[in-house]
């Protein structure tokens, strides 16, 4: 191998030099004018001395030199020797190429500046902000609902960090969210997977972390491979929310994350929920109620004037809000036996409609005792469930439906699905006999004899495309609703759809619930990003062991067609062991987008209440 020479070695650090970028450029530039300016100084005295006139010095020399260079415009206004002039043309163009490079470099070196900016590489300054890692439909709602909770809060921000364009994502929420109020949107682009990304998201200083799951494929193991990112990374870990979308990787999930990570299991979180809607109509009317920040919210207080109070008393303790439950050491429990008293530890869960409502009542309120209704608890029997379609979650729907129904109920799997009704194995309440059926077909329908079923559940088909998906749903609720009108049928019907636009077109066809997965898991996101406690307790709300919430027909309560107050429902639910939270109006129950269903009123305010009218309320089965 050949020695390498110096014509090689300074070639080589000249290329390492021009590499560096702008400013390294700049710097030869400045070299390059002002050998230029001492030559052609050097020259101008020694070709033409003394010239221009009046010239005294070599300093004046250079300066004359230097302003041509600069400025080749002065060569104009030159007058003396052919040799001067000679010269000072050199100089002009040398200058003209300088100034030329120099004016290219300082624009080409700003606009990588402004593509950095624009691209969001610069580290954020915030503090006290929710960060949100990853992109999906997801966001908006999100995005959507911090911005109301922070709504009372003279500042607030929301860092986004994606592989995403910076302006594409902020163009995105702002046309999806619209205003956002005093809360200020951050987005940067990066890959939340790498440590150098996240450095920029100020996570030390970070109120809490959302981990969105992507879409594509196996979106779940980029969930992972952030929570391992979140883990390993040096300084302050702020709580962290994440979703998955399969129940088969929580195990690997809570391995990569630290203690401070909540995760949250979108399918079974939204089979929980279908399975709630379809056996109890405006269910999901409520849980989103619950979920979202527009109307009742739940909030955790511990109040000293209740300590040593019993649960049964708290219920009338509030004017504005419900007391639904209590947050023990030992764990969340809803609905209590009204005898529980409430310790110094204990925490009051209720429902309000901000927290500036949760604030105990001046006095007792007034009930009155000879609209309290008495009534017998119903028995469970066994109940005829129609599936329609099929899809990754369906085996979650069936099992959970199976702890809930009574002994000898029945499900009817009704698609064309390859899959439909296998890995079925140790139901132990329900018989599942299963039909091929295309159930966008009329025909196909009506073979089913619809109407001889108490609850019909429409899944999303996952053999298609979501927005497909949604259409052939459409499709569906539009022919039972059709046949129930002809036939006179009657059946509650909950529906499962992916895009929130399509739930507009759905209310035509006055399905009495309408689940959207998606909208489902960024609520409870967003929920739990302001306080992760709340887990706790919409798990145990989604669980099939302990108290649920129940639309009961209000004449089990109160008299109706008696003017009453919503305190004389809550005591008479008292009474029957269960937690009244609001009411459901018969007549409004197609009008969306609450469906007659009105949350935590007011106690002192007087309703009417009719046979067909019902109570929510929290109760065991």
Same mark, same amino acid.
């Given at each position: 191998?050949?020695?390498?020479?110096?014509?090689?070695?300074?070639?080589?650090?000249?290329?390492?030099?021009?590499?560096?970028?702008?400013?390294?450029?700049?710097?030869?530039?400045?070299?390059?004018?002002?050998?230029?300016?001492?030559?052609?100084?050097?020259?101008?005295?020694?070709?033409?001395?003394?010239?221009?006139?009046?010239?005294?010095?070599?300093?004046?020399?250079?300066?004359?030199?230097?302003?041509?260079?600069?400025?080749?415009?002065?060569?104009?206004?030159?007058?003396?020797?052919?040799?001067?002039?000679? =010269?000072?043309? !050199? @100089?002009?163009?040398?200058?003209?190429?300088?100034?030329?490079?120099? =004016?290219?470099?300082?624009?080409?070196?700003?606009?990588?500046?402004?593509?950095?900016?624009?691209?969001?590489?610069?580290?954020?300054?915030?503090?006290?902000?929710? #960060?949100?890692?990853?992109?999906? $439909?997801?966001?908006?709602?999100?995005?959507?609902?911090?911005? +109301?909770?922070?709504?009372?809060?003279?500042?607030?921000?929301?860092?986004?960090?994606?592989?995403?364009?910076?302006?594409?994502?902020?163009?995105?929420?702002?046309?999806?969210?619209?205003?956002?109020?005093?809360?200020?949107?951050? @987005?940067?682009?990066?890959?939340?997977?790498?440590?150098?990304?996240?450095?920029?998201?100020?996570?030390?200083?970070?109120? *809490?972390?959302?981990?969105?799951?992507?879409?594509?494929?196996?979106? $779940?193991?980029?969930?992972?491979?952030?929570?391992?990112?979140?883990?390993?990374?040096?300084?302050?870990?702020?709580?962290?929310?994440?979703?998955?979308?399969?129940?088969?990787?929580?195990?690997?999930?809570?391995?990569?994350?630290?203690?401070? #990570?909540?995760?949250?299991?979108?399918?079974?979180?939204?089979?929980?929920?279908?399975?709630?809607?379809?056996?109890?109509?405006?269910?999901?009317?409520? @849980?989103?109620?619950?979920?979202?920040?527009?109307?009742?919210?739940? &909030?955790?207080?511990?109040?000293?004037?209740?300590?040593?109070?019993?649960?049964?008393?708290?219920?009338?303790?509030?004017?504005?809000?419900?007391?639904?439950?209590?947050?023990?050491?030992?764990?969340?429990?809803?609905?209590?036996?009204?005898?529980? !008293?409430?310790?110094?530890?204990?925490?009051?869960?209720?429902?309000?409609?901000?927290? *500036?409502?949760?604030?105990?009542?001046?006095?007792?309120?007034?009930?009155?005792?000879?609209?309290?209704?008495?009534?017998?608890?119903?028995?469970?029997?066994?109940?005829?469930?129609?599936?329609?379609?099929?899809?990754?979650?369906?085996?979650?729907?069936?099992?959970?439906?199976?702890?809930?129904?009574?002994?000898?109920? !029945?499900?009817?799997?009704?698609?064309?699905?390859? +899959?439909?009704?296998?890995?079925?194995?140790?139901?132990?309440?329900?018989?599942?006999?299963?039909?091929? @059926?295309?159930?966008?077909?009329?025909?196909?329908?009506?073979?089913?004899?619809?109407?001889?079923?108490?609850?019909?559940?429409?899944?999303?088909?996952?053999?298609?495309?979501?927005?497909?998906? $949604?259409?052939?749903?459409?499709?569906?609720?539009?022919?039972?609703?059709?046949?129930?009108?002809?036939?006179?049928?009657? &059946?509650?019907?909950?529906?499962?759809?992916?895009?929130?636009?399509?739930?507009?077109?759905?209310?035509?066809?006055?399905?009495?619930?309408?689940?959207?997965?998606?909208?489902?898991?960024?609520?409870?996101?967003?929920?739990?990003?302001?306080?992760?406690?709340?887990?706790?307790?919409?798990?145990?709300?989604?669980?099939?062991?302990?108290?649920?919430?129940?639309?009961?027909?209000?004449?089990?309560?109160?008299?109706?067609?008696?003017? !009453?107050?919503?305190?004389?429902?809550?005591?008479?639910?008292?009474?029957?062991?269960?937690?009244?939270?609001?009411?459901?109006?018969?007549?409004?129950?197609?009008?969306?987008?609450? &469906?007659?269903?009105?949350?935590?009123?007011?106690?002192?305010?007087?309703?009417?209440?009719?046979? +067909?009218?019902?109570?929510?309320?929290?109760?065991?089965?």
């Amino acid at each position: 191998m050949s020695k390498v020479t110096f014509r090689e070695r300074a070639r080589y650090w000249f290329d390492n030099t021009m590499s560096r970028g702008t400013a390294s450029l700049i710097g030869w530039l400045a070299v390059a004018s002002i050998a230029l300016i001492v030559v052609v100084a050097g020259v101008t005295m020694w070709l033409a001395p003394g010239e221009p006139e009046g010239v005294g010095h070599a300093g004046e020399v250079l300066w004359i030199a230097l302003m041509h260079a600069l400025n080749p415009g002065k060569m104009a206004s030159d007058k003396g020797s052919l040799g001067y002039m000679a =010269v000072m043309f !050199v @100089c002009s163009l040398g200058g003209l190429f300088i100034v030329s490079m120099l =004016v290219g470099l300082l624009s080409n070196g700003l606009k990588q500046k402004v593509d950095r900016l624009r691209r969001g590489r610069s580290r954020i300054v915030e503090s006290g902000h929710t #960060v949100i890692l990853g992109w999906s $439909d997801q966001v908006f709602t999100i995005v959507a609902e911090l911005v +109301k909770a922070h709504a009372s809060q003279k500042s607030s921000a929301i860092a986004v960090l994606a592989e995403r364009d910076k302006l594409e994502m902020e163009e995105a929420i702002r046309e999806h969210v619209g205003d956002l109020g005093r809360t200020r949107v951050v @987005c940067r682009t990066g890959r939340p997977t790498e440590p150098r990304d996240l450095a920029l998201m100020n996570l030390t200083a970070a109120r *809490s972390v959302v981990v969105l799951s992507p879409e594509g494929d196996d979106p $779940d193991a980029h969930v992972i491979k952030i929570l391992l990112a979140l883990a390993k990374r040096d300084g302050v870990h702020p709580p962290v929310v994440a979703g998955l979308t399969s129940s088969r990787n929580i195990a690997a999930a809570r391995l990569a994350g630290s203690e401070d #990570v909540h995760l949250v299991d979108s399918d079974d979180t939204a089979s929980r929920l279908i399975v709630q809607s379809s056996r109890q109509s405006g269910m999901s009317v409520v @849980c989103m109620d619950l979920l979202n920040f527009d109307g009742g919210e739940i &909030y955790l207080r511990t109040p000293k004037k209740l300590v040593g109070v019993t649960y049964g008393d708290a219920l009338h303790a509030y004017q504005t809000a419900s007391a639904i439950g209590l947050r023990r050491p030992s764990g969340v429990v809803l609905n209590p036996p009204g005898d529980t !008293v409430i310790n110094a530890d204990d925490e009051v869960i209720v429902i309000a409609h901000d927290d *500036s409502h949760v604030r105990l009542a001046a006095g007792k309120p007034s009930i009155d005792e000879a609209a309290i209704a008495v009534a017998e608890h119903a028995p469970t029997e066994p109940e005829r469930t129609l599936l329609l379609n099929w899809n990754g979650r369906a085996e979650h729907i069936v099992r959970y439906l199976d702890g809930y129904v009574a002994p000898g109920s !029945v499900l009817e799997v009704a698609a064309d699905h390859p +899959k439909a009704g296998t890995n079925l194995a140790g139901l132990r309440n329900l018989t599942v006999n299963v039909k091929d @059926c295309d159930t966008t077909d009329r025909f196909a329908l009506e073979s089913l004899g619809v109407g001889l079923f108490q609850h019909v559940v429409v899944l999303s088909d996952d053999r298609f495309d979501p927005h497909h998906a $949604d259409t052939r749903t459409l499709m569906t609720l539009l022919q039972l609703r059709d046949m129930q009108s002809t036939l006179g049928e009657h &059946y509650s019907i909950v529906s499962e759809m992916h895009d929130e636009n399509n739930r507009t077109l759905a209310e035509v066809t006055e399905a009495d619930d309408i689940v959207i997965s998606d909208t489902v898991i960024g609520l409870l996101l967003a929920q739990l990003a302001e306080n992760r406690h709340l887990a706790d307790v919409f798990a145990y709300l989604f669980d099939s062991r302990g108290s649920e919430i129940y639309p009961r027909p209000a004449g089990h309560y109160v008299r109706t067609g008696t003017k !009453v107050s919503f305190a004389t429902v809550v005591e008479s639910a008292r009474r029957r062991g269960e937690t009244a939270i609001g009411y459901r109006n018969a007549t409004a129950r197609n009008d969306p987008p609450h &469906y007659g269903i009105v949350l935590n009123p007011d106690k002192s305010t007087p309703i009417v209440l009719g046979e +067909k009218d019902s109570v929510i309320v929290l109760a065991e089965r």
